[in-house]
């Protein structure tokens, strides 16, 4: 794999985002040659600071994926496509579903109809998300499980992630979709509150305020490094074998909310309470998760190598570093 | 179901096509107040002349189902609301997939989100499909089978009903999904060449033209009458206990292609050969489709009461009795 990227031309969306700047990061150290398109939206995640380390070897592109006329002229001679940019909060899809629509359904479209029209050679890297499973009917959940998704962002990324699926099978554009779960690690958005427990579990740690955990607090979650989520696009962009294909990441040990905090505490002074569900979020609650990442593991070689312990341990040291950039 | 009606304002989407105007029609005959709106898009099958009986009892509202700002005073005060206007061209969804995204997908969501803002009492019928399926992996096919569309309209249509699902757990807002298969009949569009192969057939029987078969002819499909599917929707609409249910529509019986065109022939002169399937066209086809609708049975008591033979007699004489107004 170390090799592939090496002179490759490669577009990551979303690249200035926590998974995305990662990646970027990754691949200049690779050897690609990388242009990073991302909107800037304030709550969306995109920090310039997040590819600081190479800000003179990235080409950045200020551009929306809505905007289907500059995608259409920067897909062009790109050997490889990472489409990361996208809506995140599950509950911001609920009170303004309109957006998400937008961006993770309506663009995907776009985005393949600009490769159909300019470039069907592109291999493309989906960020899929487990969203799309809904409430789990049985753990760990693979691939075959059904496709419930319980709101508009777990729908709509449904949508996005098959018409990927459709354009590999009818015009030959290929393209794996990788579904992630819960990803934390340096460059995360700390400051949103919309993008998941992690992030807000973390801020408050380094902030020294107390997480409210709603529930019970024995909610299970499986956690990726965001550096082993990076590790995986990369196999998945490299590998032939796998194009066409979907496959969950997922972590061997689910922690329960409570052990998360328990394994934060280790490196913060953070104190936590229970509190009940908020009506809306228990509305759009998915209980326990956690993936099997076997068949992945099975066509790639891929499993994570962070675990929660030492990944935490990174991810508060970071922050520490740069407090001022992302607190 | 006949007393549930009288009285009642319902709203038809697409209520000037083919199996809205049918429903139109039976429910200015149980006494309900009915309000259409259509857009008349010339290729979507729209024709003012299938109202004709009851043209000074129908009100008729032109407006397109993606001007969200219609939508929304328009669905205020209503009791019931059929949701039937759609693209249901799966060929134009893949050579232009953007108009298919807006009002398959995007605009079922504002239809909801008008709902949830202004009517949150209203129940939904919504016109879905077989096609969500994609190629069946096992006959018939039930609602337990894989959803896996092979076209941009599938991808969009399962959006679209996913919605619906999602805003009866979340926000109550009753609503009851059928999935109808190839339905023909009374005031089908004969004209667009794009609705699937039905119309096709029955236009060229009746011009005299020779039927081109794609294939061998041996590929099978069940058909509804349009009668029986009007039924079916309005069993559904006056059904407490089936809300926020997903049905398959279906026909015990199903048909070869070669059978469906025998069939015409009983009543027409009509010639037909074989040839090659298209490549277009061989990419989105599904092979053998036959659906259940066992569910809808148990829980209605619905079946269909027409056979294809006298369903297919009934409808040549209803465009023998006005060439003029569909050939």
Same mark, same amino acid.
């Given at each position: 794999m170390n090799d592939f990227y090496k002179g490759k031309r490669v577009l990551v969306t979303g690249g200035l985002g926590f998974i995305g700047s990662t990646l970027a990061l990754?691949?200049?150290?690779?050897?690609?040659?990388?242009?990073?398109?991302?909107?800037?939206?304030?709550?969306?995640?995109?920090?310039?600071?997040?590819?600081?380390?190479? !800000? &003179?070897?990235?080409?950045?592109?200020? @551009?929306?994926?809505?905007?289907?006329?500059?995608?259409? %002229? *920067?897909?062009? #001679?790109?050997?490889?496509?990472?489409?990361?940019?996208?809506?995140?909060?599950?509950?911001?899809?609920?009170?303004?579903?309109?957006?998400?629509?937008?961006?993770?359904?309506?663009?995907?479209?776009?985005?393949?109809?600009?490769?159909?029209?300019?470039? !069907? &050679?592109?291999?493309?890297?989906?960020? @899929?998300?487990?969203?799309?499973?809904?409430?789990?009917? %049985? *753990?760990?959940? #693979?691939?075959?499980?059904?496709?419930?998704?319980?709101?508009?962002?777990?729908?709509?990324?449904?949508?996005?992630?098959?018409?990927?699926?459709?354009?590999?099978?009818?015009?030959?554009?290929?393209?794996?979709?990788?579904?992630?779960?819960?990803?934390y690690g340096p460059r995360m958005d700390l400051r949103s509150d919309s993008k998941g427990f992690?992030?807000?579990?973390?801020?408050?740690?380094?902030?020294?305020?107390?997480i409210q955990i709603f529930g019970d607090g024995h909610q299970r979650r499986d956690f990726n490094h965001v550096d082993d989520v990076v590790d995986a696009m990369l196999l998945a962009g490299a590998d032939e074998r796998v194009s066409g294909e979907c496959f969950n990441l997922g972590h061997a040990r689910p922690y329960r909310l409570l052990e998360f905090v328990e394994t934060l505490r280790r490196y913060t002074n953070v104190d936590f309470e229970l509190v009940p569900f908020p009506s809306e979020r228990q509305a759009i609650d998915i209980g326990d998760y956690y993936g099997s990442y076997e068949r992945f593991h099975a066509a790639t070689g891929w499993e994570p190598r962070h675990d929660l312990d030492e990944g935490l341990q990174d991810t508060i040291a970071y922050f520490r570093r740069f407090p001022d950039e992302y607190l």
């Open positions: 990754r691949l200049v150290d690779l050897g690609a040659d990388v242009l990073i398109v991302d909107s800037m939206i304030p709550a969306y995640g995109g920090n310039l600071f997040n590819i600081e380390p190479a !800000r &003179d070897r990235i080409r950045v592109n200020f @551009s929306d994926i809505r905007d289907a006329y500059s995608l259409d %002229y *920067l897909v062009r #001679d790109q050997d490889v496509l990472f489409s990361l940019a996208g809506q995140v909060s599950h509950l911001d899809s609920m009170n303004d579903p309109m957006p998400d629509l937008e961006i993770n359904c309506r663009s995907q479209l776009s985005l393949l109809e600009a490769c159909r029209r300019r470039n !069907r &050679d592109v291999r493309i890297i989906f960020a @899929s998300t487990r969203q799309m499973y809904g409430r789990p009917q %049985y *753990l760990p959940v #693979d691939e075959d499980h059904p496709l419930v998704p319980i709101d508009v962002n777990g729908i709509n990324k449904l949508a996005g992630e098959m018409y990927y699926g459709l354009y590999h099978e009818t015009y030959g554009i290929r393209s794996v979709r990788l579904r992630l779960t819960n990803t992690a992030g807000i579990f973390i801020r408050r740690a380094l902030l020294g305020e107390k």
